[in-house]
């Protein structure tokens, strides 16, 4: 055991120094603007004493690497400064919101991973057959698909022509789970499209490498009926890639939230990042993508680690 | 219950019947499949639902059509070696290859084809079709099908500079870390994981909110998130390549490193690398779109389609399908692409497998 535990232990070590260096891209890339925060924001007009005055209460007069490290203390505690336009705390506006869109991202797997994963065994052992094909075919244009078409179509169809659901998914804390599972159904459909494909030709992938493998051959050889091949033999082998997968597109649905959000008016950190982008609001801006890329790279570790834990020979690297 | 229906369904389970008696096994499942789908539609959304199956049925039939004709079309065409692999293409690739053909065209001679300009102002806003406008207008009144045409120059052409830039800056980066090695092909590799370790559509969020929207910027920004995808593909191949015996050859030679990433190693990683070029114009193609449908790629009034579908978005509440046409056209470009680069790729995994 003490293995595995050297090993997960250095993945996390190598996760957390990938986030020291984004968090440095993220505050370096502020620093690269044409002048500072405070001529960015009052622009070209603004007087000496103007700037100067805004230099000093954004704390600008210091060395960028102490003001980095004070910007890293206090977002690991969960304070990103002030908003530049509002100028409420950045974190206040983004606890909520995070809420949102995790709740959305939560609701989108729960559909969708089942659904995937059960499709995805389907066509790899109906491999080559017509129904593979328009499955191929329909998977492809699925994923080829912007999310603000899909998401759109459905408006059209399951809200406007029809009136099932409702277009515009505004929710607050004060709703039951119901109605918010009602509201958020459309943007979580959206992504259910979008994310089942990929994961369907992903699994299919993984499993039809399996089924090539040489021991479900021998099982086939000895006689084995084809039901127990698949539960027995090659299901065992596959969760170390069917869990990378699903841990892979749970990362795409947490950023591709984004396009989502804004379509359907989701109250989520998305949203919030469009908007701050558009005014050129920094803090948010930054505190919006160290969440988006911890987010990110903790998913893709949990990929890593579970495909570890379940995959014994890459508990012995070579 | 009136003709139509009786029509329909007399109509699917006939030619069912008809596969099923002369042994076309594949032709069978699929009418097959299509009758117990209508079926089910039928019940659900009685005769409505059942016009919208049947156009379905017509547009695919269609499109398998003209994909089938233009890929002839290729194969008389065509010099006799790239013929004899046209032929055996599947109508996917023949129907991408037709997409892909009819927007080069729309949009090198977008001005020609274009009845009016695309920032030309010619009705009220949200005008509906007439004989002059054959999509009717936008959110101020410009014709919706020239910005169209326009939008096929414009927001194709973006996402190709964009796409040749990071294949340039990429290919060439992960050739040379292949050839090199050492020091220098780990710290790109680095470089290279630490890009690609944040999401592409926030990277492009923080850089764009920098550094500004405009085109250039916009450009530079895309080259430099997906350059790193093709330097690990570039540098993979390459690394594979450059183990030969005829790189030793050639290095033995006095060759130097310039030359044999332009004569030895290119030639014989080109076939991934052109795949890769078309699913990374994809990637590059959606992302050009997402932002400009945040308000955040090509600015107004350079006519786009990611930004057509957000300036037009409050019709679709009045059930009209204006909006998605120009995000349609987007969806169009992305999956031709994508059928032409799964064909190519399973010509290449076929060829090495025999």
Redesign the interface.
């Known amino acids: 055991m003490g293995d595995i535990l050297s090993i997960i232990l250095k993945r996390l070590g190598l996760g957390l120094v990938t986030l020291l260096v984004i968090s440095i891209i993220i505050f370096g890339a502020v620093e690269l603007l044409p002048g500072d925060i405070a001529q960015a924001v009052l622009g070209q007009g603004a007087t000496e004493e103007n700037l100067a005055a805004m230099r000093e209460q954004l704390g600008l007069n210091r060395a960028a690497p102490i003001r980095y490290f004070e910007w890293l203390g206090n977002a690991v505690t969960g304070d990103f400064g002030r908003s530049l336009v509002s100028q409420q705390p950045v974190s206040e506006a983004i606890t909520t919101r995070f809420a949102n869109t995790l709740f959305l991202a939560l609701y989108a797997a729960i559909i969708a991973v089942p659904v995937a994963i059960f499709l995805g065994v389907l066509v790899a052992l109906y491999r080559n057959t017509v129904f593979d094909r328009v499955a191929n075919v329909i998977t492809l244009t699925s994923i080829s698909s912007p999310e603000f078409f899909l998401g759109y179509i459905l408006i059209l169809f399951l809200a406007v022509k029809t009136g099932y659901f409702p277009a515009i998914a505004k929710i607050d804390d004060d709703m039951s789970l119901i109605d918010k599972l009602d509201r958020t159904f459309l943007p979580a459909l959206t992504m259910v499209l979008v994310v089942v494909a990929h994961m369907m030709r992903m699994t299919r992938a993984s499993i039809i490498n399996l089924l090539a493998s040489p021991y479900v051959e021998m099982a086939r050889l000895k006689g084995v009926p084809a039901w127990k091949v698949i539960v027995k033999h090659t299901l065992p082998n596959a969760w170390a890639p069917v869990i990378n997968v699903v841990a892979l597109n749970l990362a795409y649905l947490v950023t591709g939230v984004v396009l989502v959000e804004v379509v359907f008016v989701y109250p989520g950190i998305g949203q919030l990042l469009v908007d701050a982008v558009t005014k050129r609001d920094f803090p948010v801006v930054q505190a919006c993508c160290l969440i988006f890329a911890a987010t990110f790279i903790l998913l893709n570790l949990a990929a890593d680690v579970g495909s570890i834990l379940t995959n014994p020979r890459l508990r012995h690297p070579k | 219950m009136n003709y139509f229906i009786i029509g329909f369904y007399a109509l699917v389970i006939g030619a069912s019947s008809m596969a099923a008696f002369y042994q076309k096994r594949?032709l069978f499942?699929?009418l097959f499949s299509l009758t117990l789908v209508s079926f089910i539609m039928g019940i659900v959304g009685g005769e409505a639902m059942l016009w919208s199956v049947t156009i379905l049925a017509g547009l695919i039939a269609f499109s398998a059509g003209v994909s089938f004709s233009f890929r002839e079309f290729l194969v008389i065409l065509l010099p006799a070696d790239l013929a004899k692999a046209m032929r055996t293409a599947p109508l996917?690739a023949g129907f991408g290859l037709f997409v892909i053909f009819t927007y080069t065209i729309s949009g090198v001679f977008a001005p020609i084809i274009a009845p009016y300009g695309e920032a030309e102002v010619i009705s009220s806003a949200f005008a509906p079709a007439d004989e002059n406008m054959l999509l009717g207008a936008d959110q101020l009144g410009r014709d919706m099908f020239s910005r169209i045409i326009y939008g096929a120059r414009n927001t194709v052409g973006l996402a190709l500079l964009a796409t040749i830039l990071a294949f340039a800056m990429g290919a060439t980066a992960g050739l040379y870390a292949a050839t090199v090695g050492g020091k220098l092909d780990q710290l790109l590799s680095r470089i290279v994981?630490?890009i690609m370790?944040?999401?592409s559509?926030?990277?492009a969020?923080?850089?764009?909110?920098?550094?500004g929207t405009n085109t250039f910027t916009l450009i530079i920004v895309i080259a430099i998130i997906y350059a790193p995808r093709v330097f690990r593909l570039a540098r993979s191949v390459g690394g594979n390549v450059v183990v030969m015996d005829y790189i030793e050859a050639a290095k033995l030679r006095g060759e130097g490193n310039w030359y044999l990433i332009r004569k030895e190693i290119l030639p014989n990683s080109a076939a991934p690398l052109i795949a890769e070029f078309g699913l990374e114009f994809?990637f590059v193609f959606?992302l050009v779109?997402?932002l400009s449908?945040?308000?955040?790629g090509i600015q107004p009034p350079t006519a786009d389609w990611?930004s057509m579908?957000?300036e037009n978005?409050t019709l679709?509440?009045?059930?009209e399908?204006t909006?998605?046409i120009p995000?349609?056209a987007?969806?169009l470009l992305?999956?031709a692409?994508?059928?032409v680069v799964?064909w190519m790729l399973f010509m290449s995994s076929g060829l090495k497998e025999q």
């Open positions: 594949t499942l699929l996917t994981d630490v370790s944040i999401p559509l926030i990277f969020l923080l850089l764009l909110s920098i550094f994809c959606l779109a997402g449908f945040l308000g955040l990611g579908v957000r978005a679709i509440s009045f059930g399908i909006p998605l995000a349609g987007i969806a992305t999956v692409v994508n059928f799964d």
